[in-house]
């Protein structure tokens, strides 16, 4: 298994629009952003890009009493709609599961500061044979012990805990990666929602101009009152799944707010693209890419390495300490100085301290076998994630390339016949319905496209409010209250 490399968080720039029956137009996307870098563990040794006008609508403008306000206002560099760069910086800011990750980084280091300090020296008066021949006996005036150290023991305490603050980090990259991506997955599904809402009211407004059609065809008798009634029933319907994609947006938003950490972040335009830019992603560049940036086996790797040194520390452990002590006084009853020098040390002759040992190992095995564990879940979840990337890359395709033309082509047509009296307006109704409903497809493909693109890009970290987990699993030698 190689050493894990520097893993990046991977920071779409997206661009959305809205045309007619398709909405399938690009625009440039927002400049890159810059990528976090993992610790690499050590060893021992044609329309404008933006929110379309019917779902801007949505969005009420910021009140000065909101305080996020301003730091949207700093965040974003034009008075625009905000970009994913913009939303980035205010997450990095705000998300509090980053700052949960930094302190287990400080826990970790305040270990290793502790556990590579000596013991503190006792200093004592000592009174011996108090009133032998009626005198106060011998005092020792100053007394002075110093257990002392050996073994290195304090030395490889501290270096596992170093390795320890070193696990915690890797924790805290993993998640910024968790936030960046997580932020953009919600990112995507806000502008869906954008879209679904502009398509909804497309499909409302033809579903009305269907309802008026008809009641005109039934006063010129060329359509029944069963007729009309399926057409208002149809506008009804319509008019509800307005409402509900409206509903949708704004919990899209609520969604995002939170993965940023501001709840109350003034809902606003979004700007981005939506269908696919650039080359496919290689199944097997990918993967290779995830095992070797993954922070996931970056940690587990570590972990074999702070065990390594945890249990080369319980096998020193049975080295005795040298506990020394020293003193100065007067024995009253010979009336002369006295002095006392005593070097002690334990016999490890019952307790060789091989009951941690034991466990120590085991706990060294343990984490050797979770390396191949995280490896063989990487590549299953990777299968999972990667198969639905190729699905939803070949769906919008499908839809963007051959669908989607071909129902707009199908609409221009209807309309010409109209315009010439070749063809009934109801047909042209039903042509735009059927082209808006494909749009709703195509945009729940564009969804789960962009989603899978975030997690393979993403090296499987996604959720940015799942809080990190201690660097000391529970069960492990290290969980007890006062490990040395």
């Not at 963007?400 to 307006?425: C, G, H, I, N, T």
């Not at 059927?434 to 393979?456: D, G, H, I, M, P």
Request: with cysteine; aromatic share 6%.
């Amino acid at each position: 298994m190689r050493a894990i490399a520097g893993a990046r968080a991977f920071v779409f720039g997206v661009s959305l629009s809205a045309s007619g029956v398709c909405g399938c137009q690009t625009a440039s996307p927002p400049p890159a952003t810059p990528t976090p870098q993992l610790v690499r563990p050590r060893t021992a040794s044609g329309d404008a890009p933006g929110l379309t006008q019917a779902a801007a609508s949505l969005m009420p403008t910021a009140t000065p009493d909101v305080v996020t306000a301003a730091q949207v206002a700093q965040a974003t560099p034009a008075a625009g709609p905000l970009t994913v760069t913009d939303l980035e910086q205010l997450a990095l800011a705000h998300n509090p599961t980053l700052v949960q990750a930094a302190t287990f980084i400080d826990a970790a280091r305040g270990k290793a500061l502790q556990a590579g300090l000596p013991f503190n020296p006792t200093a004592g008066i000592i009174g011996e044979q108090i009133g032998a021949d009626r005198t106060a006996g011998e005092w020792t005036f100053f007394s002075l012990q110093q257990q002392i150290v050996t073994g290195g023991k304090l030395r490889l305490s501290r270096m596992k805990y170093e390795q320890e603050a070193e696990l915690a980090e890797i924790q805290a990259q993993a998640q910024r990666l968790k936030v960046v991506n997580g932020l953009t997955a919600a990112y995507f599904d806000v502008l869906v929602a954008q879209r679904a809402v502009e398509n909804e009211r497309l499909l409302a407004k033809n579903a009305e101009e269907a309802m008026k059609t008809t009641e005109q065809l039934l006063n010129l008798g060329q359509a029944n009152h069963q007729d009309l009634l399926q057409a208002q029933v149809e506008a009804s319907q319509a008019r509800v799944a307005v409402r509900n994609a409206e509903a949708r947006l704004r919990q899209e938003w609520v969604h995002l707010a939170t993965q940023v950490g501001v709840p109350n972040l003034p809902m606003q335009p979004l700007v981005g693209q939506l269908e696919p830019d650039g080359p496919a992603l290689n199944r097997d560049e990918a993967l290779a890419r995830l095992l070797q940036d993954s922070p996931e086996l970056a940690f587990a790797v570590t972990k074999v390495q702070q065990d390594r040194t945890q249990l080369q520390r319980e096998r020193r452990e049975p080295i005795p300490n040298v506990t020394v002590r020293g003193g100065a006084g007067y024995n009253y009853e010979t009336r002369n100085p006295t002095a006392q020098v005593v070097l002690s040390l334990p016999i490890p002759v019952f307790d060789r301290n091989q009951g941690t040992v034991q466990q120590a190992a085991a706990d060294l095995a343990r984490s050797q076998a979770e390396v191949t564990r995280v490896s063989l879940d990487l590549q299953r979840r990777f299968a999972d994630a990667f198969t639905r990337y190729e699905i939803g890359r070949e769906q919008v395709e499908n839809f963007r390339d051959q669908v989607l033309p071909k129902a707009k082509k199908a609409v221009e047509l209807y309309e010409e016949q109209f315009k010439a009296r070749r063809a009934a307006f109801p047909q042209v109704l039903v042509a735009r319905r059927t082209a808006y409903q494909l749009n709703e497809e195509y945009n729940k493909s564009l969804t789960q496209f962009r989603r899978a693109e975030v997690e393979v890009r993403g090296l499987l970290l996604v959720d940015g409010l799942t809080a990190p987990r201690e660097p000391v699993p529970a069960g492990h030698i290290n969980a007890t209250p006062k490990p040395r």
